[in-house]
């Protein structure tokens, strides 16, 4: 019933101000392992794109934002009983690991995938 | 701290894994970088681009077998002096602690079976070191081989993931996989003794240990006890209509 919702809560809707740009989204970012200061070690890959999440959380978080139940309760809680609760944040919801090359301290080769490196999709929770 | 973009800064948050692995394999930013050349580094370059993109996307179909592959380097070389026929080195390779997080799924030694010292010939192959003692036995799990698409034509690969996980594995404190590279020389020619001396400076045989990382089984584990992925799963459908 959001639609009911959204005509009960008194105050300008957050929302409507809002561009389409503003909201939570991912976005592309790229950084170089010498940036990081991390270049020493590692072989490959040269560029690293962990991406980002940014954005306002929408008041009514539709489904293709994979929110949880307790983000959805949150927001409710936010509008309609404690501001002082935030609403919920734009995070990221899934990952892609990266595979990495790197020279250990003692001379050896590694190889190896490191989990959850990369920023897939973006969610409010 | 801004413009010290260095991961000693991140020590401050000890919690996280990823962090603690970085310090503890990562050479210092003081330290010089250790020198990695030749056949190795190419080795483990082929290894990365069949294995991950330009990006460092895993590709899918990748064959690897394992999310972690470690070459090892021989501590050192020692030629010892000619016996018979066969020129012999011994290759010492130190293997870490064991962690409790990756699994050995495999181990191979990759070696030069053909050495060209000037014009001489040699044939060589690897054996592992074992104690003079009449139990001991040593049964490669699988014959050397060569792979084509990885390995140039002068070195074979050799299967020795029974040997380690049976009698190094399980040790505590430090291990040393002792190999005895033993080589050849072909009819007709003699390898001055110099020339063998000198292959101690060459790389000749190296180790690749791979592993499967269990962090992730083990943290599912710890986030969802028994009977709850039950409960989520047909519980959260359920809780998401009513707070629609």
Same mark, same amino acid.
């Given at each position: ?14 929302? %409507? ?8 989204? $991912?976005?592309? #970012? ?18 690293? +794109? ?35 609760? /935030? ?39 | ?38 056949? /190795?580094?190419?080795?483990? $370059?082929?290894?990365?681009? !069949? ?7 895993? %590709? ?10 470690? $070459? ?33 799924? %495999? ?17 060589? =192959? ?19 081989? *060569? ?8 070195? +074979? ?5 029974? =040997?380690?996980?049976? !009698?190094?594995?399980? =040790? ?8 005895? #590279? ?18 101690? *400076? ?20 710890? $986030? ?7 409960? +989520? ?7 998401? %209509?009513?707070?629609?």
């Amino acid at each position: 019933q959001a639609g009911s919702i959204r005509s009960e809560v008194p105050g300008p809707s957050r929302e %409507r101000d809002k561009p389409e740009s503003s909201q939570c989204s $991912l976005h592309p #970012f790229q950084v170089s392992f010498h940036q990081l200061g991390w270049d020493h070690w590692i072989i490959a890959p040269h560029l690293y +794109t962990p991406n980002y999440c940014k954005g306002t959380c929408p008041r009514v978080l539709r489904y293709g934002l994979n929110s949880p139940n307790h983000a959805i309760i949150q927001n409710l809680v936010n509008e309609l009983v404690d501001q002082r609760v /935030p609403q919920p944040s734009c995070v990221p919801y899934k990952y892609v690991p990266i595979s990495i090359l790197l020279i250990e301290a003692n001379g050896s080769i590694l190889y190896k995938e490191y989990e959850d490196m990369i920023a897939q999709s973006c969610t409010c929770r | 701290k801004v413009g010290q973009p260095s991961i000693a800064l991140l020590a401050e948050a000890p919690t996280l894994p990823l962090i603690w692995e970085l310090l503890e394999d990562v050479p210092g930013k003081q330290q010089s970088k250790p020198r990695v050349l030749g056949h /190795p580094l190419r080795y483990m $370059l082929e290894l990365y681009q !069949r294995s991950a993109d330009m990006h460092g996307h895993p %590709r899918e179909n990748r064959t690897i077998g394992a999310t972690m592959v470690r $070459l090892v380097r021989p501590l050192a070389n020692v030629a010892k002096p000619l016996r018979g026929p066969w020129y012999i080195q011994t290759l010492d390779f130190a293997l870490r602690p064991n962690r409790a997080l990756y699994q050995l799924v %495999r181990a191979t030694v990759v070696y030069r079976h053909q050495l060209h010292l000037n014009r001489y010939h040699l044939s060589c =192959h690897v054996e592992p070191w074992v104690q003079k003692n009449p139990t001991n036995h040593f049964s490669p799990s699988g014959r050397a081989s *060569s792979k084509p698409s990885l390995l140039s034509k002068a070195w +074979t690969e050799m299967d020795i993931t029974q =040997h380690i996980q049976q !009698r190094l594995w399980k =040790h505590k404190g430090r291990r040393i996989l002792r190999l005895q #590279f033993m080589c050849q020389q072909q009819k007709g020619t003699e390898v001055v003794l110099r020339h063998w001396h000198g292959t101690a *400076s060459l790389d000749i045989a190296f180790l690749l240990l791979y592993f499967n990382d269990t962090h992730k089984t083990v943290h599912k584990a710890k $986030l969802l006890p028994r009977g709850m992925e039950e409960f +989520t799963g047909r519980g959260s459908s359920l809780l998401l %209509r009513r707070a629609r």
